[in-house]
């Protein structure tokens, strides 16, 4: 009985820390020579999520432009950006979270969208038709998808 409480207690709490904690406005981030060392979200991220998003089309299709030896199954990996293979290697958190928020504040020639960004655009168009965008700007992924998307990133060691 006394385990149970504890558990169900625990359970309650953490719940409730995950209700209360606020996600991160695109226009709030604190960056840090690129890096972003606070979490977008306040909840750890879900590899298993972040992969669904870095191979979905309608996502964030990071394959499009990197290749992934983890997502063999998933067709036409890009080589336009670098390996992500050893990513979690090769960058800590704080710094994948700062480049897919914003490549630009960390490679200053990155042809990477900007996936948390929603203001400061030279020349923002509507899809594919050539005309300007009307109304406000939302970011490509939402701040959960960011830290899922850190946290698959993180399991790619070399």
């Known amino acids: 009985m006394k385990r149970t ?42 590899a298993e999520e972040g992969a669904k998003v870095v191979s979905a089309k309608s996502q964030g299709n990071c394959v499009a432009c ?20 050893g990513a979690g290697d090769r960058w800590s ?29 030279i020349r923002l168009g509507k899809a594919y038709t050539g005309k300007a965008h009307e109304g406000d700007v939302e970011p490509l992924l939402s701040a959960q998808q960011i830290e899922d998307v850190v946290a698959y990133l993180m399991t790619l060691k070399d």
Request: charged share 20%.
């Open 93 to 121: 958190e704080a710094e994948l979270r700062g480049i897919l928020v914003d490549a630009k504040m960390t490679f200053d020639e990155s042809m990477m969208p900007s996936f948390y960004k929603t203001e400061g655009f």
């Open 5 to 46: 409480t504890i558990a169900l207690c625990t359970l309650l709490s953490a719940g409730l820390g995950a209700a209360q904690a606020e996600t991160v406005a695109p226009t709030a981030i604190a960056f840090e020579e690129g890096a972003v060392a606070q979490s977008l979200t306040g909840v750890a991220g879900n």
């Open 66 to 85: 990197h290749e992934i030896t983890d997502l063999a199954d998933v067709p036409f990996h890009g080589e336009v950006g670098p390996m992500l293979d």
